[in-house]
């Protein structure tokens, strides 16, 4: 999935590293000469508590962090609450949840519409199972990301070093393969996430979009690999 004008939030607690994860991001993005905004929230403890990010790329010119949420990524629900009326969704909004979590669907604090997507993602079992560190669980995190939504690979990957090279190598190499591992799972994953609009209104009976203005609009519907190039005779299609 690519997304041209992309926003997606970060919730986690103490130790998600969900605030380093959205300053990488913010960094590898703008050396890649992207607009970038980056708004960072924290919970009322001094050390530990809740903390979130909201970050908005774009290759256009960048005014505001823009209204609601493309792209969530939730560590665990509780500490979302905190952060709910600030982080409002799209109505095709893409959810990644740990899957970790265990917080019953009747008391996830949000309704999660038929147009939204959740997805749970094993971040936590991977860094202590695949990378061999908890603590890398936001990297494996940031690897999905990049993977799913086309976000510059050279330049996480040039952040990332930066980041990390006055610590040492074996750092740099940890962090590397949390990178690495988050991507193969993203490869490997079997969820509906498609790389052109072509590809995802492919055998849908429902398509919705909800793109930035009507050019983007046009090339998303009537471009090469447009959607109406492959949406089936009797599609129900809705734009937001």
Not at 21 to 50: D, M
């Amino acid at each position: 999935m690519e997304c041209r004008d992309l926003t997606l939030a970060l919730v986690g607690s103490g130790g998600d590293g969900v605030i380093s994860t959205g300053e990488i991001i913010v960094k590898a993005a703008a050396s890649e000469g992207l607009s970038c905004f980056l708004l960072k929230s924290f919970g009322p403890q001094i050390r530990g508590g809740e903390s979130s990010c909201k970050i908005r790329i774009t290759d256009k010119e960048l005014l505001s962090i823009g209204e609601s949420t493309d792209v969530l990524v939730c560590f665990n629900w509780s500490d979302f609450a905190r952060f709910q009326e600030e982080i409002p969704l799209s109505e095709t909004a893409i959810i990644l949840v740990d899957e970790k979590d265990k917080t019953p669907d009747d008391q996830i604090p949000i309704e999660i519409l038929a147009t939204q997507t959740l997805i749970k993602v094993p971040f936590a079992d991977l860094a202590s199972k695949e990378v061999g560190n908890a603590l890398t669980k936001n990297i494996v995190c940031l690897g999905v990301l990049e993977e799913f939504f086309h976000l510059p690979e050279s330049g996480i990957e040039k952040a990332l070093r930066k980041r990390f090279e006055k610590k040492s190598k074996e750092i740099v190499s940890l962090n590397m393969t949390a990178i690495s591992v988050g991507q193969k799972w993203a490869k490997e994953y079997k969820g509906n996430v498609a790389d052109t609009p072509m590809d995802a209104a492919k055998d849908s009976d429902f398509i919705f979009t909800c793109v930035g203005n009507d050019n983007d609009l046009r090339e998303v519907t009537l471009g090469d690999k447009g959607l109406f190039g492959s949406a089936k005779k009797g599609a129900i299609y809705v734009d937001n």
